[in-house]
């Protein structure tokens, strides 16, 4: 988010990257809401469980990897006409 102020970001890439954190933190609270009703079911290994919270991890997987790619189609080509500035 600092960056993004020294960079003086656009209103449209402010909501990009609001976007970006919003689907991480989702997705994170949703992994940790599976993985805590999981274990109120059952402490035991169950193989559906440990599927429903593997499953659930890698959507905080595919959530940050998805941001990472917002954040570099915001920044990147704002830093490249830093450096090409004369």
Same mark, same amino acid.
């Given at each position: 988010m600092a960056a993004a102020i020294l960079l003086r970001l656009r209103m449209e890439e402010w909501r990009w990257l609001i976007l970006a954190v919003a689907l991480v933190w989702s997705a994170e609270a949703l992994n940790t809401a599976i993985e805590r009703l999981s274990d109120a079911i059952?402490?035991?290994?169950?193989?559906? *469980?440990?599927? %429903?919270?593997?499953? /659930? %991890?890698? /959507?905080?997987?595919? /959530?940050?990897? %998805?941001? /990472?790619?917002?954040? *570099?189609?915001?920044?990147?080509?704002?830093?490249?006409? *830093?450096?090409e500035r004369p």
């Open positions: 059952s402490v035991e290994m169950n193989e559906r *469980l440990r599927f %429903a919270k593997d499953t /659930a %991890a890698w /959507a905080v997987f595919v /959530a940050i990897i %998805a941001s /990472a790619v917002i954040v *570099l189609t915001v920044f990147v080509p704002r830093i490249v006409r *830093l450096i």
